[in-house]
């Protein structure tokens, strides 16, 4: 129990920032919106409530979204964030690498959510 409350609860905190960053983004309330879900299902994670059917949902969402978002050449999008030295949006392949990467975190974090939702 103690490792959900710490786990969880930090990922609280990173899917804030990670929604706060997303206000100045080209489509705000969805990325908004899908990171304060991750931060719903981290607060439920938290008290120990693992509900199957929604991370399930939440899960295939994430890896269809991913799949949807995926840019073919992910090497030359890191270099593209290394050399412009900021995180602002150069062009949409860029954007939508991040949304991508953005939605493997959030299924990874989910994982051990998942994991004990389906043990029980």
Known sequence: MKFNKIYFGIWIFIFALFAFWQFNDPDPEVWVSIYGVAMIFCLLGTRGIFPKIPLTILAIGCIVGAIYYWQGDVGSW?????????LSMKTQSMEESRE??????????????????WKK
């Open 78 to 86: 890191v270099s593209q964030e290394v050399e412009q030295h900021n």
């Open 100 to 117: 991508t990467f953005g939605l493997v975190i959030i299924l990874i974090v989910m994982l051990p959510a998942l994991w004990k939702a």
